[in-house]
C-alpha cells in the first residue's frame, strides 16, 4: 500500500510540475501568438477606415473616424488534477489511472475612442503646416507628390483648389501647377536643390536653395514668376502682401486632402445616372476626368464581386472599392495621407467617451 502511495505521489509531483511548467510558458506564447496578430488587425483597419472615409466623402456622405485607443490581453490558464485507483488486496492495486486537463484563456479588452470635438475638428480643417511639409520631403518623400498632395497654390499657380471640398461641377485649374511640380522633382533630384530653414532677412523661415542655375531650375522660377538669378527663395504664406521674389504657398487642410483624394474614387456607372455623386463637366457637358489631377497620385477602383489582389479594399453601398496592391505609386500615396493623418490627427486628445469591449467568456 505505501508503494502505491508513493507511486501516486509520484505521478501527482509530474502532473503538477507539467500545469506549472504551462503556466510559466502562457506569457512569451501569448506574446509570440499575439502580438503580431493584433499588429496587423489595427493597420489594416486603420487603412480600411481611411479608404471608406474617402469613399464616403465621394459620395458626400459624412466621414468618421474611430480610434482604438488600447489593446488590453488578459491571458489565464488553469487545470484539474485527478486520480482513481481500485485495490482488490493489502499486496497491490488492480487497477488505477490519472488525468489532468489545463486550459488557456485570452480576454481581451478593446477601447474605442471617436475622433470629434472641437480640437479634433480645427485640426482637421487647419492648413498643413509648411513645418509638416519640410519634414516629409527632408525624411525622404518626393517634392512632386507632397505638393500635389497638400499644396492648393504657389504664387499664381493653382493646384485644383475647388477639389479641397465636394466635387465640383466644373473643372479646375491644375495643368500649370502639376507642371511646376515635375519640374520641384527633377531639381530635387538632380541634387541642385535644398530645403530647409535659412536666415532670411531678420527672421528664420523655411526656404528652398538652388544649388544650380539650371535649365529646370530657370523654367520653374518663371513659371512662378521669380526672377531667374534668385538662388535662395523663402515661403510665404501672405499672398494679399506677396512678395516678387519669394514662394507664396497656401495649404490644403487635412479635409481638404481628403476631398482631393475623394475625386480618385471611381464610382460605378448606376450610381452617377441614379444621381448619388456629381459629375463634373466641362463647358461642352462634356464629362472631366478626374484622372489627369488625381492619377498621377492614386487610383481608387470599384466593381460588384469582392476584389482578389488588394492591398485595402471596402465594401460601400453594395460595391467594393479598392487599391492594387501591385499599384506601387497609389499605396505610395496612401502610405503618406496615411501619416498626414497622424500627423495632424494625431495632435488631438480625445476627450469623447470611450467604448470598452471585453471579449471572451
Not at 110 to 128: C, D, H, M, T, W
Not at 327 to 350: H, I, R, V, Y
Request: glycine share 6%; proline share 5%.
Amino acid at each position: 500500500m505505501r508503494k502505491l502511495t508513493n507511486r501516486l505521489f509520484k505521478y501527482a509531483a509530474l502532473w503538477l510540475a507539467t500545469l506549472l511548467l504551462a503556466g510559466c510558458s502562457i506569457g512569451p506564447l501569448t506574446v509570440k501568438k499575439n502580438r503580431t496578430a493584433y499588429n496587423r488587425a489595427l493597420i489594416q483597419t486603420s487603412k480600411e477606415q481611411l479608404l471608406e472615409n474617402l469613399v464616403r466623402l465621394r459620395y458626400r456622405d459624412t466621414p468618421y473616424f474611430l480610434e482604438v485607443s488600447s489593446v488590453t490581453a488578459s491571458p489565464s490558464a488553469g487545470g484539474t488534477l485527478g486520480f482513481l485507483a481500485q485495490i482488490i488486496s493489502n499486496s497491490a492495486p488492480q487497477a488505477y489511472t490519472g488525468s489532468s486537463e489545463t486550459a488557456y484563456k485570452d480576454n481581451p479588452t478593446i477601447s474605442y475612442a471617436p475622433l470629434q470635438g472641437e480640437n479634433f475638428v480645427k485640426q482637421l480643417l487647419a492648413p498643413i503646416s509648411m513645418e509638416s511639409l519640410l519634414s516629409m520631403i527632408q525624411s525622404g518623400w518626393s517634392i512632386e507628390r507632397v505638393f500635389t498632395l497638400a499644396v492648393e497654390k504657389i504664387n499664381s499657380l493653382e493646384n485644383a483648389p475647388t477639389a479641397s471640398g465636394p466635387t465640383p461641377t466644373a473643372p479646375p485649374a491644375y495643368e500649370d501647377f502639376q507642371h511646376s511640380a515635375t519640374l520641384f522633382r527633377k531639381v530635387q533630384s538632380s541634387r541642385i536643390l535644398e530645403l530647409g530653414v535659412e536666415n532670411v532677412g531678420e527672421k528664420q523661415q523655411i526656404a528652398m536653395k538652388f544649388l544650380s542655375n539650371s535649365e529646370e531650375a530657370r523654367e520653374l522660377k518663371s513659371l512662378l514668376g521669380v526672377p531667374s538669378g534668385k538662388q535662395l527663395i523663402a515661403f510665404e504664406n501672405d499672398f494679399l502682401h506677396r512678395k516678387r521674389d519669394a514662394f507664396t504657398v497656401r495649404t490644403r487642410s487635412l479635409l481638404g486632402v481628403l476631398f482631393f483624394l475623394s475625386q480618385a474614387v471611381k464610382v460605378p456607372n448606376s450610381h452617377v445616372k441614379k444621381g448619388l455623386v456629381t459629375v463634373t463637366q466641362h463647358p461642352d457637358g462634356s464629362e472631366f476626368n478626374w484622372d489627369d489631377v488625381t492619377g498621377n497620385l492614386v487610383k481608387i477602383h470599384s466593381q460588384r464581386l469582392k476584389p482578389m489582389g488588394a492591398a485595402v479594399r471596402v465594401r460601400y453601398r453594395g460595391w467594393w472599392f479598392y487599391i492594387k496592391d501591385s499599384d506601387l505609386n497609389s499605396k505610395s500615396t496612401f502610405m503618406l495621407l496615411g501619416q498626414l493623418f497622424n500627423l495632424q490627427a494625431g495632435q488631438t486628445q480625445t476627450v469623447a467617451p470611450t467604448l470598452t469591449i471585453p471579449i471572451g467568456r
